[in-house]
């Protein structure tokens, strides 16, 4: 399974979607159909951040502080949202506005429900981002790279087009991954 399957898979586990439920007061529904579109452009900003030297070496320094290995239902039971809402931002940029209401239209949801929603994934994001880099760069001999395998299976179209736009952004976050060792 390639990394946006991991994530995808980690945090739409029922115990996943309750954590996030619990905090936010809607459904499991509700908040599984905001991740399975939200995570996939928030990886794609990921990697469109990492094309530039400065971008990836923000990017690396973030993975090197979220490294919680606890499960991701407890990541998300405990995640920091004022953290997450500094991810989010420095993932976002200037485009935060833009996305939120994109998320909020697809999603059905309002802005600020999808902020709350963001802002209490985006430590597990990063986390399991870093946990994929760490197991990467344990592996040398393995070929495609954490970011590369986002282009598996799995993917609809959108999110196909939408990672091949970042392609090189993936590659250069693979090789910037691999000289961590």
């Known amino acids: 399974m390639n990394l946006l399957g991991l994530l995808l898979s980690a945090m ?32 794609k900003y990921l990697t469109r951040n990492a094309s530039s030297g400065s971008g990836a070496q923000s990017l690396l320094g973030a993975l090197a502080q979220h490294k919680n290995r606890k499960e991701m239902d407890l990541q998300l039971k405990e995640a920091d949202e004022k953290d997450g809402g500094k991810i989010i931002n420095h993932i976002l940029g200037n485009n935060k506005t833009e996305v939120t209401q994109n998320l909020s239209a697809q999603s059905g949801l309002t802005a600020e429900q999808v902020n709350q929603i963001l802002a209490i994934m985006a430590p597990a994001l990063l986390s399991g981002v870093s946990e994929a880099a760490s197991q990467q760069s344990a592996t040398p001999t393995a070929t495609p790279g954490i970011f590369s ?23 250069l976050l693979q090789a910037l991954l691999g000289a961590r060792k």
């Not at 586990?13 to 529904?29: A, H, M, P, V, Y």
Request: glycine share 10%.
């Open 12 to 43: 739409t586990t029922q115990s996943s979607l309750g954590q996030i439920s619990g905090k936010t007061g809607l459904s499991e529904k509700q908040v599984k159909k905001l991740l399975m579109i939200a995570v996939p452009i928030l990886i």
């Open 149 to 171: 395998a986002l282009l598996g299976s799995g993917a609809n179209t959108q999110q196909v087009q939408e990672q091949n736009d970042s392609i090189n952004g993936m590659a």
